[in-house]
């Protein structure tokens, strides 16, 4: 829905940026002091500039970033060419193929896609991800949302808004918990609230959730 918006927005921005606060969270607090990060397969759904895709490779991880801005893919391949374990793919990534991950990383991309599309994406991660130790990262607006209600109501939707030329829908934050739980997940951490994303001298609310799956269904 957003693929034209991002493409022209994507094409303003140079370089790499640092990683953002999420995924120094999830390095630290996920990944933490495992000793075998060449062995842990990270999947990022929806990865922009590929800052947070290559931080993790960076950091030893077998890295796979999928976004649909073929552009910005193509940069990120150039850009990324020394390095042996990540991979760039231009894909839809609400509608992939099954393979194995240790973690599924999804950083603002969740309120991108339609409640259909967040549905069949879950059922995917809770397929794909390793039984035990497997986890689901996730950050993204929901209703405590300062941008919320704001814009145009998309036609057939509940929550979801165009604003700023582009699309957004904003999450409930139980009513994802529940459908995670629901799905064979354990909620390691789940909040929402001010502090996760912090950017110049914005400070929104943000759900930022850690879902380890289970072998329960």
Not at 128 to 154: A, H
Not at 201 to 212: D, G, K, P, Q
Request: charged share 30%.
């Amino acid at each position: 829905m957003n693929k034209e918006y991002w493409e022209k927005y994507y094409a303003r921005k140079e370089g790499i940026a640092t990683p953002s606060l999420f995924a120094q969270y999830v390095r630290e607090n996920v990944i933490g002091k495992r000793r075998d990060l060449d062995q842990i397969n990270l999947i990022e759904l929806g990865c922009g500039n590929g800052r947070d895709s290559i931080y993790f490779a960076a950091e030893g991880l077998n890295v796979s970033a999928i976004d649909q801005c073929k552009k910005e893919i193509e940069s990120l391949r150039q850009r990324t060419a020394d390095m042996q374990n990540i991979i760039f793919r231009c894909a839809d990534f609400s509608s992939l193929e099954d393979k194995f991950f240790n973690i599924v990383y999804s950083r603002f991309t969740l309120h991108s896609i339609s409640k259909y599309q967040q549905n069949r994406l879950i059922k995917w991660v809770s397929r794909n991800l390793v039984t035990f130790g497997g986890v689901f990262c996730i950050e993204t607006r929901g209703q405590k949302n300062e941008l919320y209600k704001k814009g145009i109501l998309v036609e057939g939707e509940s929550d979801a808004y165009i604003f700023d030329n582009h699309y957004r829908r904003f999450l409930n934050f139980e009513e994802l918990c529940h459908s995670l739980e629901d799905s064979g997940f354990i909620l390691r951490y789940a909040d929402e609230k001010k502090g996760f994303a912090p950017y110049k001298e914005s400070n929104e609310t943000y759900i930022r959730v850690i879902a380890e799956k289970t072998n329960k269904i």
